[in-house]
Structure formats: C-alpha cells, structure tokens
C-alpha cells in the first residue's frame, strides 16, 4: 500500500509539472473570466450599450474558454488514467467482490457515524461538519468540541508547549491515576530536558528550579529515572556523547503527541487508533489480498474454512495492532489473560497461572514428573 501510495505521489508530482507547463489556465479562472466576460455583456445590454461587435466577441470568448477548459479536462483523465495503471501495477490479485454490507437504514446510519468521527478523530473539522450536516449524523456538540480541544493541544505539543496538556492533566488527574499514567512525569520531563538544551552554562538553574518545583513529587514512582535525569547535568552540553543519550534524542517529545492523544481517548471511552484508519492498514495492507489467495487456493484444493472460524493463514499485524494476549498456555491451549497471566515456573517454562495452580496440587507431583520429563530430555 505504501508503495502504491509513493507511485500516485510521483504521479501527482508529474501532472502538477505538466500542469504547470501547459499554456491554457486552470478551469476555475477559465470559468470565471468567461462568467465576468457574461456579466459586463448582460449589463451593456440592459443598457442599451451592446454593440454587433461585442456580441461577435462573446461568441469567440465561448468558445476560446471551452477549449481552455477541455485541455484542462484532459489533463485530468490522462492523470487519472496514470493512477488506475499505477493500481493495477501495484496491486495484481483483484480484491474479492462481496454483497452490500449496508444495506438497512441502520448500518447506513453506523456508517456515516464511523466516517464523521473518523473526520472529527484526525483533525478533519471542515469536512466533519459539512458531512454531519449533509448526512445529518448525530454527534453531541460537546463531543466535537472535545475533539477540537484534542488537536489544539496537540498542535501546542508539537511546538513544544506542554502548558495546555498540563492544564487538562490538572482537570483530569483522578482519571489518570485511576489508569496509573505516568503522562503528567513525562510532560514535566520533556520540558525540563527543554530546558536543559537552551540553557547555555553549566549550571542550568532554569531546569533545576523546574525540577525541584515539579519532578519532585515524583521521586516515588519514578526514582531510577530522576536520578537520570539529575545526573545528566554533569556531562552538559554534550548529553549525545554522555551515558544518557536518549534523553538528548528528539523522541523524547516528540513521543507526548501519541501519549496524550492515547490517555485523552481513554477518558472518552475510545481506543487510542482511529477505527477507519485500522480497518485500511490492515486490509489495504494486504489481507485482503491474503485472504482471497488463500480462498482461491482452498477451492481448487476442494476444502473449506476451519469450524472454528478460525483463518488458516496468518495475517501479520504491526505491534499497534495487536489487542489481545499473544501467549497460549502449552497446557491448557488457552490464551493469557489478566486473570490468568502468564507464569515462569522454576524450570524455566512458561504457563498460565490456571495450569499453574492445577500442577501445584498433589503435593508436587506433577511438578517432579515435569523436572524428571526435563531432565530425561536434557539426557
């Protein structure tokens, strides 16, 4: 998808090039320039003033514009005609056809909701409105605010200026420590190794006087990085050449923007990634086109899917994607969860805490027969 999407950039690139080049301006000013040729001719003739003359003129403006404007238009299907190549080339299964989804009032109505909170998730404000009007989609004013709100601070973020993201941490402290965030130590850290990069002496009292006044209060959850962060004064101004070369690195705040974006999600009641944008990476990056190979492949082998609905390709996700435990017990083939986590035993092996506690009964005797298995393996 990636690849696709850099092979329609170069496109573009190249139609904005030739757009440039070409000799007959764009349709809009064509278009403009022949409704105000039309006005004046209207007025001069409501007045009495047109002559023969401009009347055989307006003929000859008709027709320039329309040329002008039928070179522009094929310029556009040649570009689109470049993009559906480019599709092609770059996607060579066809994707599978399937029967309308959204068909009852009701899942068109989830749908348009989807789309408009999609607008409204990544900052598309405009075009959220326009939509919500146009389709009229039900979605609290209050809530759009919030949005608003979000990427207002995200954009203060991106200039580093945690002030904004502190005020909405001070309004929602209690939603964050019932989650045991660690995002108001982390603004607080950002700026005082902002501080530190701007100060010019050895001895940055700015970034200390910040420090004693805001990091203290966290010297109880956060010790091994306070004192990180106190220590890497000693190799100013060169902290990339020091012990402590991630806390020159740019991520440092750069990491806030998905941080606070995360925790101010949470407390709508939202995942931290955008449904639709999910839904694209996945499919669009390739499991569709996994899914309908493996189909293929099935039906000319004659069989079918597994009862349990399960797949029977893998579809690699990326670490963002993944929602659920990875890790199923040996024993008991069941995943993690948090009420059964994963357990270490002394021998090395791994398994749920459920496995565990059923093993530790019988007075370790499963737990001899498991070290005596081990050790006749190790022979």
């Given at each position: ?9 170069k ?17 809009a000013?064509?278009?403009?320039s022949?409704?105000q ?23 000859k403006?008709?027709e320039?514009r329309?040329?002008?404007i039928?070179?522009?238009?094929k310029?556009?299907y ?27 009032p009701?899942?068109?109505?989830a ?26 989609v ?13 990427h ?10 945690i ?10 402290r ?7 965030s660690?995002?108001?130590?982390h603004l607080?850290?950002?700026e ?7 100060s010019?002496?050895?001895y ?6 910040y ?21 890497c ?10 012990p ?6 740019p ?6 923007e998905?941080?606070f ?7 709508l009641?939202?995942?931290k ?8 990476d996945i499919?669009?990056?390739?499991a569709?086109?996994?899914i309908?190979?493996?189909?293929k ?12 609905d399960e797949l ?7 670490p963002?994607?993944?929602y ?15 009420q ?9 092996h791994?398994?749920?805490?459920d ?7 019988g ?17």
């Amino acid at each position: 998808m990636d690849a696709a999407l850099k092979e329609l950039d170069k496109l573009d690139k190249l139609t904005s090039k030739s757009s440039n080049k070409g000799k007959s301006p764009a349709i809009a000013e064509s278009l403009d320039s022949l409704l105000q040729t039309l006005s004046s001719i209207k007025q001069h003739l409501q007045d009495g003033l047109a002559s023969e003359e401009e009347i055989r003129t307006l003929s000859k403006t008709v027709e320039t514009r329309k040329k002008e404007i039928d070179e522009r238009q094929k310029e556009v299907y040649n570009s689109l005609a470049r993009y559906g190549k480019a599709l092609d080339k770059r996607f060579t299964n066809p994707l599978p056809t399937y029967n309308p989804l959204f068909t009852s009032p009701t899942a068109e109505k989830a749908l348009e909701h989807v789309i408009a909170m999609h607008f409204l998730r990544i900052g598309r404000f405009s075009t959220a409105e326009t939509f919500i009007e146009e389709f009229n989609v039900d979605i609290p004013s209050e809530l759009q605010a919030q949005f608003i709100d979000l990427h207002r601070i995200l954009i203060a973020l991106r200039e580093q200026n945690i002030e904004p993201a502190l005020e909405w941490v001070r309004n929602n402290r209690a939603f964050l420590k019932s989650r045991s965030s660690s995002l108001e130590f982390h603004l607080h850290r950002a700026e005082y190794l902002r501080l530190l990069r701007v100060s010019r002496v050895l001895y940055p009292r700015n970034a200390l006087d910040y420090a004693n006044r805001y990091l203290g209060s966290f010297y109880d959850s956060h010790p091994s990085d306070l004192q990180r962060l106190m220590s890497c004064i000693l190799y100013l101004p060169n902290l990339e050449s020091s012990p402590y070369p991630e806390l020159a690195s740019p991520t440092i705040h750069s990491d806030l923007e998905p941080m606070f974006a995360t925790e101010f999600s949470a407390c709508l009641g939202m995942g931290k990634q955008v449904p639709l944008k999910v839904v694209g990476d996945i499919g669009g990056g390739g499991a569709l086109a996994k899914i309908e190979k493996g189909r293929k492949i099935m039906r000319e082998r004659k069989s079918e899917w597994s009862q349990a609905d399960e797949l029977p390709i893998e579809i690699p996700l990326p670490p963002e994607n993944r929602y659920h435990s990875i890790f199923a017990c040996p024993v008991s083939k069941d995943q993690s969860t948090e009420q059964n986590p994963p357990m270490m035993m002394t021998c090395g092996h791994v398994i749920s805490k459920d496995s565990l506690q059923k093993l530790s009964k019988g007075n370790g005797q499963v737990f001899n027969q498991h070290r005596i298995g081990e050790d006749d393996a190790n022979l």
